[in-house]
């Protein structure tokens, strides 16, 4: 071969290299296939479930149905059986799948007693405010360490809050806390030093504490009963009606249903009451009463 023939070869070598481009080596999805998903250093597809072989789980309902059903759920359990061997477990291997959610952040303030309360002694309230629904719930504690198992409770009763907002106070940043956040995948949020402003559940406290002094005072309730005054004033509170929430209830914001009002209708706290006690009959001739003599709270 002359030297032209190969001045010649490596002209066209380079041509064909100059229109030549690394996209041309990356497979073109079909149009029938789901677009890839891209990430760093990787590129996945996402399946397509076969809906037909999924008809068993849903009653063998139109596969139609059951594709809309997908969309209009989740799926993130991270395990789940395969085949037909069920395996021992000690602990949920999903338990944020397991509780509800209630869809908002939370505010969490702790509140101090002046004496220790009728009902158990305690000493602190926990107090626990829903950010867009008001929704108040007051649990008493004897000692600040167990916020924790209030913060358990309030979970188990209202659902699992997206986000819980509270001061940088020791016992509501603690391990164990930290840990009961990660599990059931809830965000946290701490208010600056010496800026409790930040933390919404002290103007909700302020409000419950105005209504709380202002009603032990006018009913002459005795002291040691603080904590029931103030989770009777935080039920009323849930069952009214706020101009900031459409004129709808702080209840029926956070469930969809509408409260029923009639027990608050029917006595204040403080009440005198008489409850019949059953398996007790008056002597004849006798003064004694088969009523008990308390108080409604």
């Known amino acids: 071969m002359d030297l032209l023939t190969c001045f010649n070869a490596a002209s066209n070598l380079d041509r064909a290299a100059a229109t030549f481009s690394h996209e041309d080596l990356k497979p073109k999805p079909d149009d029938d296939e789901a677009s890839p998903i891209e990430t760093p250093g990787e590129t996945t597809r996402k399946e397509e479930p076969d809906y037909e072989k999924l ?148 103007r909700v406290w302020q409000r419950i504490k105005r209504y709380t002094n202002w009603y032990m005072n006018y009913r002459d309730v005795q002291p040691n009963c603080w904590l029931l005054c103030m989770q009777w004033v935080a039920d009323v509170m849930n069952h009214t009606a706020e101009k900031s929430l459409g004129w709808r209830t702080p209840l029926e914001v956070l469930t969809g249903q509408t409260p029923d009002i009639s027990i608050l209708l029917s006595f204040l706290f403080w009440d005198v009451v008489y409850i019949t006690r059953d398996g007790v009959t008056n002597l004849v001739g006798s003064a004694d009463t088969n009523e008990v003599r308390g108080r409604f709270v």
């Open 55 to 202: 008809q068993p789980f849903f009653l063998h309902v139109p596969v139609e149905k059951i594709k809309r059903t997908f969309q209009a759920t989740t799926q993130y359990a991270s395990e789940r059986s395969i085949g037909h061997q069920l395996f021992k477990t000690y602990k949920s291997p999903n338990p944020v799948l397991n509780l509800p959610r209630r869809h908002e952040a939370v505010a969490t303030d702790t509140i101090y007693g002046a004496c220790p309360a009728i009902d158990g002694g305690a000493t602190y309230a926990q107090l626990f405010v829903g950010r867009s629904s008001g929704v108040i719930d007051i649990y008493g504690m004897c000692n600040s360490k167990e916020f924790v198992n209030t913060l358990e409770d309030v979970i188990r009763k209202r659902g699992a809050m997206d986000k819980l907002i509270s001061d940088n106070a020791q016992e509501e940043t603690s391990r164990r806390v930290v840990d009961i956040l990660r599990s059931l995948m809830i965000k946290s949020w701490q208010s600056e030093a010496h800026f409790q402003h930040q933390n919404y559940a002290e």
